[in-house]
Structure formats: C-alpha cells, structure tokens
C-alpha cells in the first residue's frame, strides 16, 4: 500500500512536471509568435544590412556599378581614412560635440527633475515645456534656430548688442561659432527626454531618507549630493549611456542647418558617412567611416560598463 | 479563445498588414513589368521626379495617340536621395525603359557602368540628326566615346530679369542687350537702397551657384578642368577674377549678404524669386520659369513690370553669350522595348512640346516646332506673363545660336571625373569666401589643391 502511494506521488510528479513542460513549450511558442514579425524586420532591416555594412567596408564598391563592381580592397579603406583631413576634422567635431553636449544634457537634466519633482507652481506646464522641443520636428527646430541665430538680425545677437556685446558671434556663419551654435540646440533639444527619465528615477528614492538626513541636520545641497545623486545613479549610468550614443549620431541638425559648414567646422562622422555614400556613391569608403564610428562608440560604452560598479548604487 | 489561437491570428493579421502595406495597389494595366499590357499593347515605363499632377496631360495625351504603345509613368519622390534611389533600381534591373538623369556626370557614370542604351542606331533608323535636331552644343555635351546617350527635352537658357519700378524709382535706365558686366555692377550699386532688414539690393544671386558664371561663359565647355582632365583649371586667371567679382558687388552692398541667406532660406531658387516679386531686389540671372510660372503664382502676385533682357558681356562689342543647361531622357540597356521606348522618348522630346515640356515652363530642345499650333501653345505658355513683354522674353530667350552662344553650365561636362566631389569642395571653400572667412585668393588657392588631389585619387 506504502510502495502503491509512493509510485502514485512519482507519477503525479513526473505527470506535472510534463504538463508543466508543455505549458512552458506553450508559452513560448505563443511569444514567438508575438515577436516573430517583429524579429524578422529587426533580422532584415537592421542586422542583415550592419553585417553588410562590416563587410562592405573592406570593398571599394560604387553603388552605381551594380553587385560585380564589389572589389576586395583590404584596409586601404582605413588608410585612406586616416590620411584624410576632413574625416579626421568630422571625429574631432563628433568627439567635441560629445564632450561638451553630454555633461551639459546630463546636468540640465537631473537639475529640472529636482525642480520639477518638488511641488512647483503650474509643474505639468513646465514640464511639458521643457519636453516640447523634444518631440518636435528636427526640420522645423532648425529653421527656427536658423532664424534666432541671423548674425545681422536675429533676436540673439539684437540682445547681446543691446547688453553692450559689439563682438557678437556669426553662430552658423562662423567656423568659430557654428559648432557651439548646434551643440546649444543639441542640448535644448535632449534635456527634456532625460528629464523624464530623472524624474521617474527620483521617485524611487524613498522618503524616508530625505526625513533621515533632515533629522541629522543636512541642507538641502547635501541631501542631493549624498543621497539624490547617488541613488538615481542607475537612471544616470543609462542616461549617459544613451546621451553618448545620441551625440555621437548627430546627423540631422547638420543637415538641415549646416551641412558640414563653414568649410569643415561642423563636419561630423554620421554626416561624412552620408556625403561619401549618397553623395559620392563611395558605398565602400562610407561604410569603412561607419565601422570606425561604431569602434569609438563601443570602446566608450564599454569603458562605461566596465566601470560602472564603482559609482552605481544598484540599492 | 485560448492564448494560442489569439496569438495565432494577431501574427497572421501583422504579417497580412504588412504584405498589404507593400502592395501596389495603383490604378496599373495587368502588368508593369516592361512587357505587353492585357489588350496587347506595348508597355513602356517612365521613371521621373516630377509630380503626377505635371506629367498627366502629357501620360493621358501619349496613351490617346498611341494605339500600340501604353505609356506607364512612375514619380520618383524629387530630394537629394532621387539619384541614388534610381541608380538602385536601374542595378536591380527594375523593369525600366526611360528614365532621366540631373546632370552629365550621372550621365557618364551610368553609361560607364552600362546602365544605358546607345541612342544614335535609333535616331538613324528614324531617319533623325542629332545635331540639326538639338544643336551642336547639345550634342557634343551628350556625346560619350562617340555615342549619344540622351535626347535633351527641355532647355534652360539664362537671361536677366528685373524689377521695373525699382530702376524707375532709383533712376537708371532699364539695362540694353550687349551691356557689360561693369554696367551691371553699376546698376546693381545704383538700384540698392535703403537700411537694415528693409534694404533693397541690386541682387541676390546664391553665391555657391553663381560666383563661376563670368569664368565660365568666358572659358566654354568643361571650365572646370584642364584639357586632358587630369587636373583642375581653377588656377586659370577667370576663377579668380570671377569670384572677386561677386565677392566685390557682396562688400559694396549691391548683393544680399550670404550670411542673410539662411533664415530666409534663399539657398532655394524658389525662395529667391520669391523674394524677387515682393521687390526684395533688382536683378537676377534666370531661365524661362523663373518668370513665366513663379511669377503667375498667386503667392508672388506683384504690381510692377518685369524686364528681360540678354546676360551682359565682357566688354562692349564682345558676342552675346548665355548659358545653356538641359534635362533629358535616356533609354535604359535593359528595357524590353527599345523602338517602343524610342518612340517615346521622339514624342516627349520632339514631337509634343506642347504637352510636355510647356507644362514646365521650360524651353523645347529640338530646332524646329512640329506644327504653328504647337508652337503658338508653347509661347503663349512659356514666355507669356502678366507684367512681361512676350517679345522681350521670346528674344532674349529663344534667339538661335547664331545670334547668343550657348556655353554650356558649368557642371554641363564632358569630363566628368571626380566631379562631385570637386564641386562639393568646391562649395566649402565659396561658402567661407563670403562668410568673410577667406579671401577670394586664398580660396581658390585650397580649391585649386583640394580638387587635384580628388580628381589625382579618382584617376
């Protein structure tokens, strides 16, 4: 009767550990299905044309050719690459734009979060604010820049005069100015999205140790140094992340306002990558370009993960 | 209804969604494929960038006339992308039969590549001369190792527009054929007036496509390069003396500033005549539908008469000269109906100016008119404007060759190599001459070292 009962319990056992089994093979398939349109276009759209793109980039290939004018040409791509003073001017721009529009969105970003996350006056308003430029078109953000900025008679340079500034700046008609002039609308433009992010990482922080640190005597500037900074450091590590990637693919603001000009000042990679390919037809040279790109964005993002124990608070 | 039947049905109803969403769902015959129609009639199909509204008089009227032949017309979006867009396709071996190219070098590039059939067994077949059709200008711009390869169908010839009540209130007398380019800049001075935002000035040419013209009429056919093309002739006296020029009128005042170009956009020929017809300036340098179509818009509805008259030259006596561009149609090396895609290409660009090349308000290529109707339809639509005289514009525009050489553009070559590049570099180092970043002397110095070394790593 024992030895019935205990083959009863490991049938039961192994009965439900096959229906579990199926259920999950179930659940699978179902989210296969889900996914699978999805993955297919990702396969085709995107990660069948950047293994291309890798390939493509030790050919010399003019799209215009067709298939049979791919010719092998090793790394003479990336020689040339280096040798060249424009594409060399487009990494400098890229890596100045990053440098200086990163902290800066960052900053901006976390600092309206904290204003906005306090009850303030009309918040959703200037939140929605702060977000609008955002969502907007990047075709019309330019044309409306390109207006403040008129050198002769934009609303800028008419304030700096009026203050006593006789030196005004060109902003997009001076080599000296136009890439500060794009990386200002670069940051106007990337501060509301990661305000967001901010404020949905601020809201994870307890309160209980704001009420903590209060009772121990710390202001206000200690609070958000020693207990705001870091516990929104996670929402940090990804807003950096993304802030980076963003900026080392500015394309679009040159285009429209820009296009690479004054001679080379505001020459980025993305956009050298578009003149030499859709310009140029010079599929392989451009995609050569781009793989660079990519290494420069790898090597700074994993310098980031793999240095991100020291300051992430996971909590 | 359980999880994996649901789950089922919404992956088949994307995957339908988006099969749908590629379809071709245009109003087509049974097949677009280059081969024959349903009813049994040759198919032939057209690529272009203009827009269906322009092309549909000219689609419905080929169709009517042509009992054997159905005409397809396929609009490629008109961007920057456009070329490139038609190149893939062209290698992708689309069914294609006519198509069009924006310059000569596209020209070149797609024949080097073999992407284009030969036309001139088919012009002798049709009992046709290039040359006596076209011209010899365009002729020898479009002959490649000793080949034709497109048939022009619309002509841009340039000339001077200006703004009547501007000299009138300025008082100069209105400009007279065989002027200089000393008197222009004269004019241009003495037309300029007024302060700040207000200020009209004498003209407002775009800088990056105009600061070569005087080089150009000056030094003819493929200006740009050295005879045998294995070097760039920007070291030639005329680039220097070109660009000083404009640069100069810039300084004096009697040109728009480039660095006002942007807010408003001027780096679109549109938006300068625009500006033209609201009295913005005096002058400028233009083709047949910067006049007779802009200026019939109701957004450009302006009081005032416009004059024409031929470009100015040299120095007194000098031939008249003008510059001379064109769009035209190749036949595709794959099509599956070439006499069929010939006989298009004779219609549109010979035959039936009316409807097809009138409606752009451009110049018909070919040397003679097909009948006095056509020909009366064309000038009433081409050269026909309120405020304009019809002769004055007929003159100065549709004179033979004879009487105004046609120099062709500057980016109307033969040689070809490295072209775009060059003329990409060639924008950089303009743009900063009137950003005032450069002097003319040190930017044609670059220019001249940046395009040998393109055209020396082309080669």
């Known amino acids: 009767m024992a030895t019935a009962t205990k083959l009863d319990r490991h049938a039961i056992t192994n009965l439900n550990r096959l229906v579990a089994k199926r259920s999950i093979r179930r659940s699978t398939l179902i989210g296969w299905c889900f996914l699978l349109p999805s993955f297919i276009g990702f396969v085709i759209f995107r990660f069948l044309p950047i293994i291309c793109s890798f390939l493509l980039g030790f050919t010399e290939w003019n799209l215009v050719s067709g298939f049979s004018g791919i010719r092998f040409a090793g790394i003479d791509n990336f020689i040339e690459l280096f040798h060249n003073d424009t594409f060399l001017t487009s990494l400098l721009n890229t890596l100045q734009y990053a440098v200086i529009v990163v902290p800066f969105t960052v900053a901006l970003a976390l600092i309206f979060a904290v204003i906005i996350n306090d009850k303030i006056h009309c918040r959703s308003l200037v939140r929605l604010m702060i977000y609008m430029p955002y969502i907007s078109s990047m075709v019309a953000v330019a044309m409306v820049w390109t207006s403040l900025y008129s050198p002769n008679y934009g609303p800028i340079n008419s304030v700096l005069k009026s203050i006593g500034i006789e030196n005004v700046p060109g902003w997009i008609t001076s080599s000296n100015s136009a890439l500060p002039a794009l990386m200002i609308i670069g940051v106007w433009q990337a501060v509301g999205y990661y305000m967001v992010l901010f404020i949905a990482g601020l809201q994870c922080i307890p309160a209980s140790l704001y009420e903590a640190a209060e009772i121990d005597g710390a202001n206000a500037i200690q609070c958000f140094f020693k207990i705001t900074i870091p516990m929104v450091s996670p929402t940090t590590f990804f807003v950096l992340i993304n802030c980076i990637i963003g900026s080392f693919n500015v394309f679009t603001l040159v285009k429209t306002m820009t296009t690479g000009g004054p001679g080379d000042s505001t020459m980025v990679t993305v956009y050298y990558v578009y003149e030499q390919a859709v310009e140029y037809n010079k599929i392989g040279y451009a995609c050569s370009a781009s793989i660079i790109l990519f290494l420069f964005v790898f090597i700074i993002t994993f310098i980031q993960l793999k240095f991100s124990d020291r300051w992430v608070h996971e909590g | ?459």
């Open chain 2, 1 to 459: 209804m359980n999880k994996k039947l649901m789950s089922i049905i919404l992956a088949a109803g994307m995957a339908v969604g988006m099969m749908a969403g590629c379809g071709d769902f245009s109003d087509q015959p049974e097949t677009s494929e280059g081969g024959t129609t349903a009813d049994g009639k040759t198919e032939v199909i057209f690529y272009h960038w203009t827009p269906i509204p322009e092309m549909e008089l000219m689609e419905k009227t080929f169709n009517e006339t042509h009992d054997d032949i159905h005409l397809t017309y396929k609009p490629i979006p008109d961007s920057p992308d456009a070329m490139i867009k038609m190149n893939t396709m062209l290698m992708a071996n689309e069914p294609m039969d006519v198509t069009s190219q924006w310059s000569t070098d596209h020209l070149q590039l797609r024949v080097e590549n073999n992407l284009l059939e030969g036309l001139d067994q088919y012009f002798e077949k049709n009992g046709l001369d290039y040359a006596e059709v076209f011209g010899s200008a365009a002729s020898e711009i479009t002959t490649i190792n000793g080949y034709h390869y497109s048939m022009p169908y619309a002509n841009k010839l340039y000339a001077v527009m200006y703004n009547k009540s501007i000299f009138d209130e300025a008082g100069v007398a209105y400009p007279e054929e065989g002027w200089t380019w000393d008197e222009f800049d004269e004019i241009a001075k003495k037309v300029s007036s007024g302060e700040g935002v207000n200020r009209v000035y004498g003209t407002c040419l775009m800088p990056k496509e105009t600061w070569y013209y005087r080089a150009s009429l000056k030094l003819g056919l493929n200006a740009m390069y050295k005879e045998d093309g294995s070097a760039s002739n920007f070291d030639d006296p005329a680039f220097l003396e070109s660009l000083q020029w404009l640069y100069d009128l810039q300084e004096a005042g009697a040109q728009k500033p480039f660095n006002e170009f942007a807010e408003a956009s001027l780096d679109a020929n549109a938006n300068r005549t625009a500006l033209f017809y609201k009295g913005g300036y005096a002058m400028d340098i233009v083709p047949t539908f910067n006049i007779s179509n802009w200026g019939s818009l109701p957004d450009n509805a302006h009081d005032f008469e416009v004059g024409i008259v031929t470009m100015p030259v040299e120095k007194k006596g000098d031939p008249l000269q003008t510059m001379y561009e064109f769009s035209d149609l190749s036949m595709v090396a794959s099509s599956k109906n070439k006499d069929a895609a010939f006989e298009f290409m004779k219609w549109y660009c010979i035959e039936r100016p009316d409807v097809c090349v009138a409606e752009k308000y451009m110049q018909p290529t070919a040397s003679y008119f097909p009948s006095e109707e056509i020909e009366q339809i064309c000038i009433d639509k081409i050269y026909s404007c309120e405020g304009v005289s019809t002769d004055e514009m007929l003159h100065a525009f549709t004179s033979p060759e004879s009487e105004i050489a046609r120099i062709p553009g500057f980016k109307f070559t033969t040689i070809a190599t490295a072209q775009s590049e060059v003329v990409g570099e060639m924008d950089k180092q303009i743009e900063q001459v009137f950003f005032n970043e450069k002097t003319p002397e040190e930017a044609i110095k670059d220019l001249k070292a940046n395009a040998d070394e393109l055209i020396a790593k082309a080669k």
